[in-house]
């Protein structure tokens, strides 16, 4: 069944308050300034799978029930699914201005343990694929809303997880009931979307050695399982997000991102991935940051279709056409096809699975990542550049002095230009928030730190490979001496 917009929010209503913020309990995450912006962001997820416009892009038919279900919880199962993907994520930040991210981590993870579960199975005897197989054939039908966990406090960041004064610093089991059931603390650290969620999908948060064993586990909890706290962090920009008008566009999402702390959470048989199995978390993360990192660099060309329309609103209400910044938006435009391009090469580059499942070229994958960490930044400022200081210095009366009985009028007065004043401080705010305030998505640390990705880069770039190419159109035949072949003769 694909829920509505009203069915979704009415399953996020009977759930379990256990979401904090500012210390207060967050009774209804429909209704609560921090929250309800979120919440209307994803509800458009489930406004537009009931859209026969969206409908193909947004949902596929199942593999598994052979019905039609939402794409955020199918199997990625060929390049085309990759390239719904992208396509999809740039199409949500184009309604929403920012991310949905209470679905896009969960629908990795997916597809993450999806192969893991089946090579784990097949090594080890174990049978948590089929496990998997029968919480998604549910999840599909049910059409949850999932996010996904994956950062862990960490800690001492030169220390692993068993060497921590605190072993909770990584989530990790404590406890096994002896059924496949297993119990768990730690906490997961900066999860978007998880207040927009009906249940979560942990990962491993890391590549775990032998000793480590009992930090490589996978598991997926309802969003208010007994034993889980949710803290939503500060937003610099909470105080624009909590007011009403146009300080915060009505049509937007809203980004949160939140602490999830695990108190001895009991998890069972059924909903476990991965108890242990502590060979496989290589496997998982990489299968993981393929999937998400090929996919992430749509979702900033995304944002950046609506900048460049948010950018020109605020010059065409001062009075100015398109001329005067055509080299700006160009760059702009360049800008949003690099990493959307990457991205599907990556998708369309990868590879198929025994399990079924279709894996994305990681090495693209991950040149993604480390351009989505630089390349938006500079969509902003161009944005902020076309804008003008109305919306890049932070100086805009708010909605409610622009509606004061006592001086509304005179700010109205002094802020026209060519167009009225509500018509350009509302094209402004948006780029503000685009640009500055909650509309903004983790380019630089989403999804993994751009240096994370050299690493991989590095470690398969094959460079020996390359340098043979070379040597080969010389015609050279001895190999150049390296660096650690000098060495070698020194010794």
Not at 15 to 25: A, C, D, S, T, V
Not at 67 to 79: F, H
Not at 196 to 212: D, L, Q, R, T, V
Not at 246 to 252: G, H, I, L, Q
């Amino acid at each position: 069944m694909l829920r509505t917009p009203e069915q979704y929010k009415e399953s996020l209503k009977r759930m379990r308050p256990n979401i904090y913020k500012f210390g207060e309990l967050i009774k209804d995450v429909t209704t609560h300034p921090s929250t309800k912006r979120t919440i209307e962001g994803h509800s458009q997820i489930f406004k537009i799978q009931n859209d026969p416009e969206y409908q193909e892009l947004v949902t596929k038919v199942s593999s598994l029930t052979g019905e039609r279900v939402s794409r955020y919880l199918s199997l990625i199962e060929g390049p085309e699914d990759m390239v719904s993907n992208c396509r999809m994520k740039r199409l949500m930040f184009n309604l929403t201005g920012t991310c949905t991210g209470g679905r896009c981590v969960g629908y990795a993870s997916i597809n993450a343990l999806w192969p893991t579960t089946y090579d784990c199975d097949k090594a080890k005897g174990t049978d948590f694929h089929e496990r998997l197989k029968v919480w998604l054939k549910k999840a599909q039908k049910t059409d949850i809303t999932l996010a996904g966990a994956l950062t862990d406090a960490k800690g001492d960041r030169t220390l692993g997880p068993c060497k921590q004064p605190d072993p909770d610093m990584y989530v990790h089991i404590v406890d096994r009931d002896g059924k496949g059931g297993i119990t768990v603390r730690g906490a997961k650290t900066m999860i978007c979307g998880v207040a927009a969620a009906n249940e979560i999908f942990i990962m491993p948060g890391g590549i775990f050695k032998e000793e480590e064993k009992d930090y490589a586990a996978s598991f997926v909890v309802p969003r208010d399982i007994e034993g889980l706290t949710v803290v939503e962090a500060r937003h610099p920009s909470d105080r624009r997000d909590e007011e009403e008008g146009f300080d915060n566009p009505v049509s937007c999402g809203g980004i949160t991102q939140a602490y999830l702390l695990f108190e001895d959470v009991k998890v069972p048989a059924d909903r476990v991935f991965m108890d242990g199995q502590f060979e496989f978390t290589k496997s998982v993360i990489t299968a993981f940051t393929s999937a998400y990192r090929s996919a992430i660099g749509s979702c900033v060309a995304g944002q950046g279709d609506v900048m460049i329309g948010a950018a020109m609103l605020v010059a065409q209400a001062n009075g100015l056409d398109d001329k005067p910044f055509r080299d700006k938006i160009v760059q702009m435009v360049i800008n949003n096809e690099t990493t959307f391009g990457v991205g599907i090469a990556a998708g369309v580059l990868g590879k198929h699975h025994p399990s079924g499942a279709w894996l994305s070229d990681p090495l693209l994958s991950n040149v993604n990542k480390v351009l989505v960490g630089k390349i938006p930044y500079e969509t902003k400022v161009l944005a902020q550049d076309i804008a003008g200081g109305i919306a890049e210095t932070g100086c805009m009366p708010s909605f409610k002095d622009l509606k004061d009985e006592r001086y509304g009028k005179l700010l109205k007065k002094y802020l026209k230009a060519k167009s009225d004043a509500e018509t350009r401080v509302k094209a402004a705010r948006l780029v503000e928030w685009l640009t500055l305030g909650a509309g903004v998505p983790g380019c630089m640390h989403g999804g993994g730190s751009p240096e994370g990705a050299k690493v991989f880069i590095k470690a398969n770039m094959d460079l020996e490979k390359k340098i043979a190419m070379a040597r080969k159109l010389i015609e050279q035949e001895e190999k150049t001496p390296s660096k650690e072949d000098s060495k070698d003769k020194k010794k």
